[in-house]
């Protein structure tokens, strides 16, 4: 079963570091998106993007963040100067013309 | 997108019986995804039912789907120890993303 792979699964940053995390979407899977999830709370979407570019975003999603996919295969979330409340797990999905998204296992981010 | 609204928020039950939990929306659909999220993991995509279905099966989930009253339903027959996670509705319409409520948490006692 394909799979969508995160790296790192857990990274710990100080508080105003830049952070990129990574991610392998299904390889025919053309939207391809991210959200978080704080300890103890809902999950949330930040962004979406398709065709190379963002299609959707929410408020949470702020100038401090950013996407890209570099290359055809990795999908990346930097985020520029992290806070302590950035601290959550992060999470990539892909989804295609059937619907339905897979979901990586996700990236505990830590900042401390 | 809209988010669902899951309930119960918290079921207990043994193993081998049924859990059943419904979920609530507010607007039209193309169709409505559920998902399991093991406790510190990622969301598992269980099942999709489109909007001109009734009825879905996957191994021993069901789930049906009455869009005349927004609603629809996870059945988890036999349950087992395995299936303890949290559980999510996700009616989508309009827009590819995804709005996930705050789930319903199964705690399925050996």
């Known amino acids: 079963e394909p799979e969508v792979t995160q790296t790192p699964s857990h990274q710990v940053t100080q508080m105003g570091q830049e952070v990129i995390l990574r991610c392998v979407p299904i390889?025919?899977?053309?939207?391809f998106y991210w959200y978080r999830q704080i300890l103890g709370q809902k999950v949330e979407f930040l962004v979406s993007?398709?065709?190379?570019?963002?299609?959707?975003k929410s408020e949470i999603f702020d100038d401090q963040f950013s996407v890209e996919r570099p290359d055809g295969s990795n999908f990346t979330l930097k985020i520029r100067s992290t806070k302590l409340e950035d601290s959550a797990m992060y999470f990539c999905?892909?989804?295609?013309?059937?619907?339905?998204?897979?979901f990586g296992s996700g990236t505990r981010l830590t900042v401390v | 997108s809209q988010q669902g609204e899951e309930d119960p928020q918290a079921l207990s039950i043994q193993e081998g019986e049924n859990a059943t939990m419904n979920c609530s929306y507010k607007?039209?659909?193309?169709?409505l995804q559920w998902y399991r999220q093991n406790s510190g993991r990622g969301l598992v995509h269980l099942i999709l039912?489109?909007?001109?279905?009734r009825e879905k099966h996957s191994g021993r989930l069901r789930v049906t789907l009455d869009t005349s009253k927004k609603s629809s339903s996870l059945l988890i027959t036999a349950s087992r120890a395995a299936d303890t996670a949290s559980y999510f509705c996700?009616?989508?319409?309009?827009?590819?993303?995804?709005?996930f409520g705050k789930g319903m948490k199964l705690t399925v006692n050996p």
């Open positions: 993007f398709y065709n190379n570019e963002i299609s959707e």
């Open positions: 390889s025919n899977h053309l939207y």
């Open positions: 039912i489109r909007s001109n279905e």
């Open positions: 607007t039209s659909i193309n169709n």
């Open positions: 999905a892909s989804s295609g013309a059937n619907y339905g998204y897979t």
């Open positions: 996700a009616p989508e319409g309009g827009s590819e993303k995804l709005v």
